[in-house]
T-cell receptor, first 119, second 111 residues
């Protein structure tokens, strides 16, 4: 159980293109999903918290207009990197918590990530 | 400001022996700690967690120890197996859903 699917796994595109990444919880409902970014040999850095039916909460330093997040249902959140440039190239990972399991101390379950390369 | 630190970027252990991965934190408000395992090109997989009201949690070959006074936690893997070779991340949170991750330790278990 607790499977999170992320798609696509890899994207290579030209500078200026907008890229959409999907994160789905396959066997549970998630009111909250999270988007992380990982640079080579660095930690996972939280970019934003995606809340079903409401606006996302962005971490300091993350551009809201650059990284658009939509959490339209209890099983799907999307991250759109708008007008992507080479500096946006990175590994993006989403995670989700099982809404049905109460308490704060429930682990986040991660997708397999998306490798984004902007030429 | 790195609130969660894993000072050893890599560790090599012989198969069958104990692997000990360490993690230090600075924020005394953290009350929930987790360990994740990550293979290349995959997302992190949850291994084990511990609440700040405990000092030890065990699950099969994996045991997490928490020393609140030292702001230190460790993951013990006994016995280590070649399939345990991966990058291990510790993470911490403070009453919210937000996790702060360490930079990871690459474990290599030698057959």
């Amino acid at each position: 159980g607790a499977v999170v699917s992320q798609h696509p796994s890899r994207v290579i595109c030209k500078s200026g293109t907008s890229v959409k990444i999907e994160c789905r919880s396959l066997d549970f409902q998630a009111t909250t999903m999270f988007w992380y970014r990982q640079f080579p040999k660095k930690s996972l850095m939280l970019m934003a918290t995606s809340n079903e039916g409401s606006k996302a909460t962005y971490e300091q330093g993350v551009e809201k207009d650059k990284f658009l997040i939509n959490h339209a249902s209890l099983t799907l959140s999307t991250l759109t990197v708008t007008s992507a440039h080479p500096e946006d190239s990175s590994f993006y990972i989403c995670s989700a918590r099982d809404r049905g399991r109460g308490g704060n101390n429930q682990p986040q379950h991660f997708g397999d990530g998306t490798r984004l390369s902007i030429l | 400001d790195q609130q969660v630190k894993q000072n050893s970027p890599s560790l090599s252990v012989q198969e069958g022996r104990i692997s000990i991965l360490n993690c230090d934190y600075t924020n005394s408000m953290f009350d929930y700690f987790l360990w994740y395992k990550k293979y290349p090109a995959e997302g992190p997989t949850f291994l084990i967690s511990i609440s700040s009201i405990k000092d030890k949690n065990e699950d099969g070959r994996f045991t997490v120890f928490l020393n609140k006074s030292a702001k230190h936690l460790s993951l013990h893997i006994v016995p280590s197996q070649p399939g345990d070779s991966a990058v291990y991340f510790c993470a911490a949170s403070s009453g919210t859903y937000k996790y702060i991750f360490g930079t990871g330790t690459r474990l290599k278990v030698l057959a």
